[in-house]
């Protein structure tokens, strides 16, 4: 494959006697025919060319190992030799840094063709490797936006020398950001550097198929989207007819008109995680395959179970310590009879050599989190994209049918940013006070090019951090106050770069040797018996705890042990995902392979469960004994957003689930339609529990009103709410 692995040829040439390749510099065109070894470009990397050349922002589009990486590269190189930039005139943003040390060889091999040079820099850089940065610019800067953050801000750094000549700037997984604060944080940031540089910068995303790509394109262009040019290059990309909604029949008609999408899948149902453990021990020998799990506890459970079977397997999640993570990850592209278990960290493009398979334990959550798994697969000539699924529960085996479903009508969610974020706004006065260490009072929304919420919109928000002292105001300037140095100004407002929380977790060591990193509650909790943990796919006896600065001793031990980390974030599933499961339900399959233990498990569901919680006309309201479930299958940010829409008949000590929510024990079909009636167009935020909010970063700038009010925004969905509330509904009940 042209870019990742073995060549592919396209005879497409561009329109008229020129060929638009030829666009390209010269000694950049020489080496991918001699020292790549290419016959010709991909389909992508053509079309890129011309806009990237002339300046255009663009989202380029393909699978997983598409390309994408030359596609921005070839023509940026070719337009920094043609218009002589010099210095750091490209920046090449990721959103994690192993992702950044896989791509930084690559890149600076390209660069080093027209004696360019790319460098790298993240959290794990060195300060004397930085030094070089800031003595030295290289012309491409590998970086996340969180360094880029810390450069603006930092007092080592002459931000202006090192970033001021920036004429483009690469982002790489951009769906990743966008669908997350990280993409407020980038968009900001992007607009603070346009401010250093004095001149628009270019933005090139580079993304796998989602389903709003114009969508994206627009959101990436930020502050000036109206009056730059751009495009989505997407050639031989299914785009998505449909992103988000509630999925209606006219969407679902249009969908079905699409083929099926390509690739072996296999879904089959084994009822725990130990039988998947000897299924993957007895299958496919001799081959390499990655195997995703959806929890850090299960990668680690499984692992050991794979390793207890003599399988030779190495593991890759978050908690795991980077050199941990890097000697698993290398092994496993050079070896070949191997398995490596892993969460999301291996789903974006991370190189871990040829894959003959992917496993998928139950579900992930989103399609486009499935297409990127598969998207391993499939890279040699002559193999195709594969996944197996087995599953280990009946509702991780429904969840997993309804995702295939939504995956085989070409439907991928919709990336959308996250609603309301105040905090990101706090976090961004605070940051470009510091930045400009005075900031004027009337001028201070300069700084971001009008781009909203960052504008005037946050003058209300600023009179508050002015109040509460995390600004000073002087003589018509603002100076960072001192609650801030109190809250955040810790290792020179480290604590300001980044917008995600992570939650207090304790290092584990082994002598001298990080393992990883573990939940804290293992620790406390009463057990019987010698503490261990399991980390690494390894046990571990714990032999000392060092609470202050919070480590833990290990020595190996012969088996046993826990493996537990909180999970952050808003959990449950979407409307259209627990919708798709609702007509698996009703008897649709997905055209995949299903095992006969998975139709079998379907079949009892359907016989068994669908009675009496769906409802093929609409809705399903059941009672047996005190218990009254409202059916919904709206997914858990639709039915939280009915629970306190519909205070007056729903059960107020319940948590919403995905597919149901309770009612009063008391309800009849009268109170149903008078609370139906009273709603009339008026949703209701959820209520939230003032505990969400400290997983808010930076809520301490926020009122406790806007904080919650943020909160409340992010867990509503009003149009999935409004979909179930206007279908009929159905009683059921049962003494």
């Given amino acids: ?30 080496h991918i025919v001699n020292t790549l070894g290419w016959p010709d470009l991909r389909p992508l990397q053509r079309e890129a060319i011309a806009p990237l050349m002339d300046g255009e922002d663009a989202v380029l589009l393909a699978p997983t190992a598409g390309g994408k990486t030359e596609a921005a590269c070839f023509p940026l190189l070719s337009a920094m030799a043609e218009q002589k930039w010099n210095g750091t005139s490209v920046l090449y943003l990721c959103p994690l840094k192993a992702l950044l040390n896989n791509l930084a060889g690559r890149v600076d091999t390209y660069a080093q063709w027209l004696g360019r040079r790319a460098a790298l820099w993240h959290g794990d850089t060195k300060e004397s490797q930085r030094q070089r940065i800031r003595t030295e610019a290289p012309d491409i800067l590998l970086t996340t936006p969180e360094s880029l953050e810390a450069m603006l801000i930092g007092v080592k750094t002459d931000h202006a020398r090192l970033l001021g000549g920036v004429r483009a700037v690469v982002v790489d997984e951009v769906h990743a950001f966008a669908g997350d604060d990280r993409g407020w944080h980038l968009l900001a940031v992007l607009e603070r550097l346009e401010r250093v540089t004095g001149r628009p910068i270019q933005r090139i995303g580079l993304s796998a198929t989602v389903g709003n790509p114009e969508q994206l394109l627009h959101w990436l262009q930020g502050a000036r989207a109206r009056s730059r040019t751009g495009r989505v290059v997407a050639p031989g990309v299914r785009l998505p007819a449909f992103g988000g909604g509630t999925g209606d029949d006219s969407e679902k008609a249009a969908v079905e008109q699409l083929p099926r999408p390509a690739g072996e899948v296999e879904l089959d149902y084994v009822g725990s995680l130990e039988n998947a453990a000897k299924l993957i021990a007895a299958l496919h020998r001799g081959e390499k395959r990655l195997v995703f799990c959806d929890s850090r506890r299960q990668v680690e459970e499984l692992g050991a179970a794979l390793r207890a079977r003599e399988v030779t397997v190495f593991l890759s999640h978050a908690s795991l310590s980077v050199d941990e993570r890097t000697r698993s990850e290398q092994a496993f592209a050079e070896a070949r009879d191997c398995v490596i278990v892993s969460t999301s960290t291996l789903e974006l493009g991370i190189d871990v050599g040829d894959l003959d398979r992917v496993i998928q334990i139950d579900s992930p959550d989103t399609v486009a989190s499935f297409l990127q798994r598969i998207g391993r697969t499939g890279r040699r000539a002559g193999t195709v994209r594969n996944c197996l699924f087995l599953t280990t529960r009946k509702d991780t085996l429904l969840q997993a049918a309804g995702l295939l479903l939504l995956w085989a009508r070409g439907w991928v969610e919709p990336v959308l940013p996250p609603p309301e974020p105040r905090h990101l706004v706090a976090q961004q006065l605070l940051a470009v006070t510091l930045q400009q260490h005075k900031l004027g009072d009337q001028l201070w929304d300069q700084q971001w090019n009008g781009l909203a919420p960052f504008d005037r919109s946050a003058a209300p928000l600023l009179r508050h951090l002015t109040d509460e002292g995390f600004l000073d105001t002087d003589g018509g300037m603002l100076f960072v106050g001192p609650e801030a140095e109190r809250r955040f100004g810790k290792r020179h407002f480290i604590e300001l770069t980044a917008s995600f929380t992570a939650p ?9 040797t990080e393992i990883g990193r573990m939940d804290p509650s293992v620790l406390t909790e009463e057990r019987p018996g010698p503490r261990r943990l399991l980390l690494g796919g390894r046990s571990w006896q714990v032999t000392y705890i060092d609470w202050l600065r919070k480590r833990v001793f290990v020595e190996p031990a012969d088996g046993g042990g826990i493996a537990k ?47 009496d919680t769906v409802h093929p006309g609409g809705t399903l309201i059941t009672r047996v004994g005190a218990d009254v479930r409202w059916w919904t299958w709206a997914g858990y940010r639709a039915n939280a957003t009915l629970a306190a829409t519909l205070q007056s008949i729903s059960d107020p000590l319940q948590r919403p689930t995905d597919c149901w929510l309770r009612l009063r024990e008391d309800l009849t079909p009268a109170a149903w339609r008078a609370a139906r009636e009273n709603v009339g167009e008026n949703l209701v935020l959820p209520d939230v529990d003032r505990r969400a909010v400290r997983g808010l970063k930076f809520s301490a700038a926020l009122p406790e009103r806007l904080a919650v009010a943020t909160v409340a925004a992010r867990l509503a969905d009003f149009e999935g709410a409004r979909a179930v509330l206007d279908a009929p509904v159905r009683f059921e009940y049962h003494n």
Avoid at 504 to 512: C, D, E, H, M, N
Avoid at 573 to 602: I, Q
Wanted: with cysteine; net charge negative; charged share 25%.
């Fill in 565 to 611: 980390w909180m999970n952050g974030g808003i959990a449950g599933l979407s409307y259209a995902l627990t919708r798709a499961m609702r007509e698996v339900l009703l008897g649709e399959d997905p055209p995949v392979s299903l095992t006969r233990r998975a139709e079998a498990c379907l079949a009892e569901q359907r016989e068994s469960d669908a009675p």
């Fill in 504 to 512: 207090p977790q304790f290092t584990v060591l082994s002598g001298r």
């Fill in 1 to 30: 494959m042209a870019g990742e692995d073995s060549p592919v040829e396209d005879t497409t040439k561009g329109d008229g006697p020129a060929d638009v390749i030829d666009r390209l510099d010269p000694v950049v065109l020489h």
